[in-house]
């Protein structure tokens, strides 16, 4: 079993600054990507970031040039620097670790944060 757990929310203004870490430990086996996915009420999941094993990174369309996540390897900690706030960027925010297995993927979630951004 993987625990994540995640730090970093808040409430902010808008154009401001927030950095979300989240740091994983347990039982990883194998290559991961490390992400943050966001919720805003009534809305659905959604992916905001990710970050390959290999170090690749992908952003949502929302959140390019605002946001930049980044890995601590040795820590199997994830950050996601969030910048230029806006109160659309409200939501709670979920750190997921996917463990990548010859024959499947494994998803680790971690309890969410909440970010809240005042206009």
């Known amino acids: 079993q993987v625990q994540l757990v995640e730090s970093g929310g808040g409430l902010v203004q808008s154009e401001g600054s927030l950095r979300l870490s989240c740091a994983a430990s347990?039982?990883?086996?194998?290559?991961?990507?490390m992400g943050w996915y966001r919720q805003a009420p009534g809305k659905q999941r959604e992916l905001v970031a990710v970050?390959?094993?290999?170090?690749?990174?992908s952003y949502s369309d929302s959140v390019k040039g605002r946001f930049t996540i980044a890995k601590d390897n040795a820590k199997n900690t994830v950050h996601l620097q969030m910048s230029s706030l806006k109160s659309e960027d409200t939501a709670v925010y979920y750190c997921?670790?996917?463990?990548?297995?010859?024959?499947?993927?494994?998803?680790?979630w971690g309890q969410g944060t909440q970010v809240i951004v005042s206009s």
């Open positions: 347990g039982n990883i086996f194998s290559r991961y990507d």
């Open positions: 997921n670790l996917r463990q990548h297995f010859i024959l499947y993927e494994d998803d680790s």
């Open positions: 970050i390959t094993w290999s170090g690749s990174t």
